[in-house]
């Protein structure tokens, strides 16, 4: 029995991979090319251009690294960081720390903003974080901490830290394609996501974009990048016009990112920002209207595509998980580190951002609390 025959059609509403659509599964049925093949290598360019629309920026470097979204903070900060660096991280959750795991491998010396989950980081600590001791290379944050559901005040955050002449990289996993995250307009230096959330493509791969200035930066470094891999701007040299072959690219995967980029190019930024937002609220209202309470207080606070809820009081999370999962064959996510069994993690990504399915989930979530 072929396993993949028993394969249900899940309703993925947990922290990512969402629904793809069937188009975008479609495009990656498409015969395999080969990665030099000059009609793969123009699919690469239109996947190249479409991604400078989705993150509204201009820089030359734009690519979708070869990896999950992890690769793509390994790829920003690695290609940024030298060691004996200084890098200040704001940590609001779960990946921000993973940030600062990679800063500290790369031998940065790393100076943390602590911020309590649930919380947005305090525009002011971070300043002061920037301003203290040497200057620093770099300011890293999360925009959509997944792990607490709080949308972090980019804009503030970037403005302070190029006051101090540091780059700015961002972590736009949960919020490129969902939420607005316009690089250039916003000042961002390097930004990378992942395939497989608000822009609804299969895991996989890990768009990335970086600015003249980073690019500078990166073209002065002392060492080489720590990671051949992961070299920007070895990997820059494929996907660039001289096609110098670096790795041999997943070619059915760009089929799909391209695709899913195409839909994302036909709904168009405003609209589907605009269709997360009122999904969202759909969701909080509902949620609300059961009695369940939100993890993130504020609403202005609360990430469009990420919802956090507390598990009530005397229920157990996991079990509720998987009677959602095997009886009404819907996805949601469990908490992490500190928040570990008490939320769950609602995604409203990409296709799955649909009033019918926030519906179809309030109606299990009921269900399964009575
Ligand atoms: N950053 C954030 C904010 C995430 O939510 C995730 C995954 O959930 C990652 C990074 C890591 O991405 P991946 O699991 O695709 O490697």
Redesign the pocket.
Known sequence: MDPLAMVPQVVLMG??PSLVHPATLRAMAAPTLGHLDPRFLAIMDETVARLREVFETANRLTLPVS???????ETALANVVEPGDRVVVVVAGY?GQ?MVEMARRLGAEVDVVEVAWGHAADVEAVAAALRRGRAPKALAV??????TGVLQPLREIAAQAHEVGALVVV?A??SLGGVPVEVDATGLDVCYS?S??CLSCP?GL?PVTVSPRALETMERRRHDVYSWYLDLRLVARYWGQERFYHHTAPVNMVYALRQALELIREEGLVARFERHRQVARALWAGLEAMGLRLAVGEPGLRIPSLTTVWVPEGVEDAPIRQTLLHEHGIEIGGGLGPWKGRVWRIGTMGESARLRYVIQLLAALGASLR
């Not at 999360?142 to 792990?147: K, L």
């Open positions: 922290p990512g990896g999950t979204g992890t690769a793509g903070m990946f993973r999360v925009h959509a901490e997944t792990s972590d996993v949960t992942g497989q959330k895991p890990a």
